[in-house]
T-cell receptor, first 116, second 114 residues
Framework: AQSVSQHNHHVILSEAASLELGCNYS??????LFWYVQYPGQHLQLLLK??????LVKGIKGFEAEFIKSKFSFNLRKPSVQWSDTAEYFC??????????????FGSGTQLTVLP | IAGITQAPTSQILAAGRRMTLRCTQD?????MYWYRQDLGLGLRLIHY???????GKGEVPDGYSVSRANTDDFPLTLASAVPSQTSVYFC?????????????FGEGSRLTVL
């Protein structure tokens, strides 16, 4: 079974600081990778996704993530965070050979707090 | 606006009571899912349905049941609620068979079992 690890449970940054959130997964086959964001009191929204091609993917609001297959990683980055980026961030993996249902497995989430 | 509608938004329930959380989508997605979200545990899959008429168990199915009578609706039932089922429940859908399996989420249902 696949699993997803997010090592940072809570990250606190000042505005304009750079961000990198770690995500590692355990599955040896072909995967699709996602980052979702959940703003306070809201549902999860897709931030970015990787399914093939350029391993550096760009998402909304200046976020990007790099898929490094050899490290089973899909870390999320942003050069300069804003107060409005305060949210919980979830990494998710979807294996392409998981049978009849391509189910997403989520990490436990990272709470990002950006101080003004 | 197309999307997923969940009801109720919030509910307080006495232990032992039966509760059904409703979920309706209008995107004609064939797959639907129920997740629960708990602090420090992320989202865990309860049940899923690949297509109307079929359902399957996820990671944490005990105490829950689902049905999928048609494409649009995917209700989640707690037959006899217990305090450990206090959580935020998210319904989601995706287009299986094509695309990347991206999930679209509802707004969530906050359930408190006393």
């Amino acid at each position: 079974a696949q699993s997803v690890s997010q090592h940072n449970h809570h990250v606190i940054l000042s505005e304009a600081a750079s961000l990198e959130l770690g995500c590692n997964y355990s599955y040896g086959g072909t995967v699709n990778l996602f980052w979702y964001v959940q703003y306070p009191g809201q549902h999860l929204q897709l931030l970015l996704k990787y399914f093939s091609g350029d391993p550096l993917v760009k998402g909304i609001k200046g976020f990007e993530a790099e898929f490094i297959k050899s490290k089973f990683s899909f870390n999320l980055r942003k050069p300069s965070v804003q107060w409005s980026d305060t949210a919980e961030y979830f990494c998710a993996v979807n294996s392409l050979s998981s049978g009849s249902a391509r189910q997403l497995t989520f990490g436990s989430g990272t709470q990002l707090t950006v101080l003004p | 606006i197309a999307g997923i509608t969940q009801a109720p938004t919030s509910q307080i329930l006495a232990a032992g009571r039966r509760m059904t959380l409703r979920c309706t989508q209008d995107m004609r997605h064939n797959a639907m899912y129920w997740y629960r979200q708990d602090l420090g545990l992320g989202l865990r899959l309860i049940h899923y349905s690949n297509t109307a008429g079929t359902t399957g168990k996820g990671e944490v199915p005990d105490g829950y049941s689902v049905s999928r009578a048609n494409t649009d609706d995917f209700p989640l039932t707690l037959a006899s609620a217990v305090p450990s089922q206090t959580s935020v429940y998210f319904c989601a859908s995706s287009e299986q068979g094509r695309g990347t399996g991206e999930l679209f989420f509802g707004e969530g249902s906050r359930l408190t079992v006393l």
